[in-house]
């Protein structure tokens, strides 16, 4: 049958000529109504996203203090943004934050989702789930509130030393230029901790239980199993992790700005307060945004080449 099919075919070209172009219509048809449905997507991915950033971009090129005439300056902003002592420093300090938003959020993340799995209790296991995840849904700006009264001199921080005998660690977290970075940096670590231990615990469930048990008859034991089963296997839980809390680190406002706006002197600067310091009380309004644009390119050179890695893809 099917070979009478291509005998009629080949003997008549232009029924398959016509059959062929009713395909290549309704193809196009189809991508013309997928166009349609995305079009209010895009349209507002144009109007709130591309435009914006559109508008920094040309913003960064001129001084202007978002009055009066703008001046054409060229590069001269960005020179200023890696030349600046204060500007660039800014910048450091986010990647400082990497190591308390990021590093240490996974890494010890990771030791208790193992931990979690291993509880029998549903109840005991999912308890321990909605405590742990509290912080997240909590504004970063009401967390910054809450830490900023418990690490200040007379706060629960300083009572529990006190109360512990250990009152000669007391300290003014906030207030010193040497430990306000780290005190910032424990805030955003309370912040992100929950998320990813429950994003690293519901990738843990989809890991074969037989790897664990040969592993068990071969005399791993649980470390041994947690780096050669368990965080292979979570890779892509781990890549999300990564991303999402270095991008809150290297972009972090409303925790740095509620607790310290910066302080003491420049010791916790970041970028997204100092943009919004040179916006809107030195009105640098072309340094600002390029300041921000820098801020979005280094998101972009740091994010990119990690996603690339996790995905395990090379070049």
Not at 212 to 239: M, N, V
């Amino acid at each position: 049958m099917s070979n009478i099919q291509v005998d009629a075919g080949r003997l008549n070209p232009k029924a398959t000529s016509k059959r062929h172009r009713t395909q290549a219509g309704g193809r196009a048809s189809l991508a013309l109504v997928s166009l349609l449905f995305l079009t209010p997507a895009l349209l507002f991915y144009g109007v709130f996203e591309l435009w914006p950033i559109i508008q920094t971009i040309w913003y960064s090129l001129y001084e202007w203090n978002g009055i009066d005439a703008s001046t054409f300056v060229g590069l001269q902003n960005y020179v200023t943004v890696f030349t600046d002592p204060d500007l660039y420093g800014s910048i450091l300090h986010s990647f400082i934050l990497i190591l308390f938003f990021s590093v240490i959020p996974i890494a010890l993340g990771l030791v208790i989702a193992a931990l979690i799995k291993e509880i029998k209790s549903k109840t005991a296991s999912t308890f321990a789930q909605v405590c742990l995840f509290l912080p997240r849904v909590i504004p970063g700006a009401a967390a910054a509130v809450a830490w900023t009264w418990m690490l200040a001199d007379k706060g629960t921080v300083n009572q529990m030393l006190r109360a512990i005998g250990l009152g000669d660690l007391a300290h003014v977290w906030l207030g010193d230029q040497s430990t306000a970075l780290a005190a910032v940096g424990v805030i955003g670590f309370w912040l992100q901790l929950g998320f990813c231990i429950v994003l690293l615990l519901s990738g843990m469930g989809s890991i074969d239980q037989s790897l664990y048990e040969a592993a068990s008859l071969d005399g791993a034991g649980w470390w041994r199993q947690l780096f050669s089963i368990t965080i292979p296997g979570l890779r892509g839980q781990i890549g999300v992790c990564l991303t999402m809390t270095i991008v809150a680190a290297l972009a972090s406002f409303d925790v740095v700005y509620m607790s310290t706006q910066g302080g003491p002197g420049r010791s916790t600067m970041v970028p997204g307060v100092a943009v919004y310091r040179l916006a809107f009380t030195e009105q640098s309004v072309g340094l600002a945004s390029a300041l921000a644009v820098a801020l979005m390119i280094l998101v972009l050179l740091v994010v990119g080449p990690l996603q690339r890695l996790v995905n395990g893809k090379r070049g």
